[in-house]
T-cell receptor
């Protein structure tokens, strides 16, 4: 089945630093999504990407949909303590008459004040 | 503005006991799903539904049953709990009948421990 390789698995950074994470796959996706899960909560959508090559920003977040449609990255600039949590990538494709969504295993971010 | 509501938030079971995790959404979403989250494993799809009366298996369906009698509700049943089912369970919904198109809205999670 389709799998996403999300890296790194965890990061420890100082407040104010930038952080980058990416997802790769051997499969092609129509949509890439990035979710954030705060401790004790459910994941919440941060950014959605719908076209190959698309670069989208949402405040301090920037994400790109890879040209090959097999990868995506997310950057967070000038990190703050509330950025802590688990970040998931997700790829969406059309298969067998319905949409399929695959999640990466997540990247746990710790921000030291 | 409730969104997706899951109950209970915490539950402890003994091996062999049965229980139902409740999920309700008030956004008139057609698509609903259940995931389990385990350390290092990410989110794995258990069962999903593209509308009332329609359910299907996801990646890890064994040991779980679901039904969808209304658009709003999608309960997850554990018939005979096993320690391997200790996990955090998330219900998620989306507007599209075709699947999780666009944004998935997640509940706050239900933390289940099976002794």
């Amino acid at each position: 089945g389709q799998q996403l390789n999300q890296s790194p698995q965890s990061m420890f950074i100082q407040e104010g630093e930038d952080v980058s994470m990416n997802c790769t796959s051997s499969s092609i996706f129509n949509t890439w999504l990035w979710y954030k899960q705060d401790p004790g909560e459910g994941p919440v959508l941060l950014i959605a990407l719908y076209k190959a090559g698309e670069l989208t920003s949402n405040g301090r977040l920037t994400a790109q949909f890879g040209i090959t449609r097999k990868d995506s990255f997310l950057n967070i600039s000038a990190s703050i303590p509330s950025d802590v949590g688990i970040y998931f990538c997700a790829g969406q494709s059309w298969s067998g008459g319905s949409e399929k969504l695959v999640f990466g295993k997540g990247m746990k971010l710790t921000v030291n004040p | 503005n409730a969104g997706v509501t899951q109950t209970p938030k915490f539950q402890v079971l003994k091996t062999g006991q049965s229980m139902t995790l409740q999920c309700a959404q008030d956004m008139n979403h057609e698509y609903m799903s259940w995931y389990r989250q385990d350390p290092g494993m990410g989110l794995r799809l258990i069962h999903y539904s593209v509308g009332a009366g329609i359910t299907d298996q996801g990646e890890v369906p064994n040991g779980y049953n679901v039904s969808r009698s209304t658009t709003e509700d999608f309960p997850l049943r554990l018939l005979s709990a096993a320690p391997s089912q200790t996990s955090v369970y998330f219900c998620a919904s989306s507007y599209s009948m075709a699947g999780p198109t666009g944004e998935l809205f997640f509940g706050e999670g239900s933390r289940l421990t099976v002794l």
